[in-house]
């Protein structure tokens, strides 16, 4: 039985073996289209493919479009109130992102211990999952990426990209970079001293998403864990049997 998995993110597709969800491709899209060549990162063929999105409904059905011609059976991963140990917060699950929910599964997969989970992708997501896997909630901003673009759309003589961090700096770029990714880390570190509180003792940090490996650095306790949505999704197939 051969199964793949799919996460399409507000801006990457990430697809990986269920086997191997670290053997992880990505394919990035603009929100409506696809990088050019992008079915060269699809399996040429599958048994079963498990799919998670929050992108738009029309990237949804391309993507669906392409695995119905590769796969015989497709699958789609939704938030759900408990699963593998973890409990959701929200009063309503649907409204937490299937993204957000994986993420929570891989991190609990991984060790039964509290944990930080942190995605920086379009937005800056943080989840609170205490040592039982129940979510303590969490929080939503843009992502440094978003900052700067919104920034350059608003007064496009400030850049989009470049610069680099420093604690004061004494450039425009630098102060762009600086600035937005020291607003990410505030909120970062913010939130990392609330769950010491709350909980009594340093949770794990866990950051995933394309934007992670330029906050890591400057969060040394961080852990990397570029394909934690994957893990989340491979885990969620495996309890429900959605591979079988």
């Known amino acids: 039985m ?9 801006s990457r597709l990430k697809c990986a073996p269920l086997a191997e969800p670290a053997a992880m491709r990505s394919v990035a899209h603009d929100g409506k289209t696809f990088a050019a060549d992008w079915e060269a990162a699809l399996p040429a063929r599958c048994d079963v493919a498990c799919v998670a999105s929050v992108a738009a409904p029309q990237l949804t059905a ?21 699963l593998a140990g973890v409990r959701i917060a929200y009063a309503q699950p649907r409204r937490l992102g299937v993204d957000r929910f994986l993420a929570l599964l891989g991190a609990h997969a991984r060790a039964a211990e509290p944990a930080l989970v942190v995605g920086v992708g379009t937005a800056l997501t943080i989840d609170l999952l205490d040592a039982t896997g129940l979510h ?5 901003a843009p992502s440094p990426a978003l900052m700067r673009a919104s920034l350059h ?32 880390l505030a909120l970062v570190e913010r939130s990392l001293a609330a769950a010491a509180a709350q909980l009594g003792a340093p949770p794990r940090l866990l ?3 394309g934007g992670a490996v330029a906050l890591a650095p400057r969060l040394p306790a961080a852990v990397e864990a570029p394909a934690l949505v994957l893990e989340g999704l491979a885990r969620w197939a495996r309890v429900l049997g959605a591979a079988a």
């Open 2 to 10: 051969s199964a793949w998995l799919f996460d399409l993110g507000n």
């Open 62 to 82: 391309r993507l669906f479009d392409a695995l119905a011609a590769r796969c015989p059976r497709i699958v789609r991963a939704r938030t759900l109130p408990a």
């Open 136 to 140: 303590r909630g969490g929080r939503i």
């Open 153 to 184: 759309a608003r007064a496009a003589q400030l850049s989009a990209q470049g610069g680099a961090y420093a604690e004061f700096a004494a450039d425009t770029d630098d102060a762009l970079v600086s600035g937005c990714e020291g607003a990410a």
């Open 207 to 209: 950051l995933h998403g």
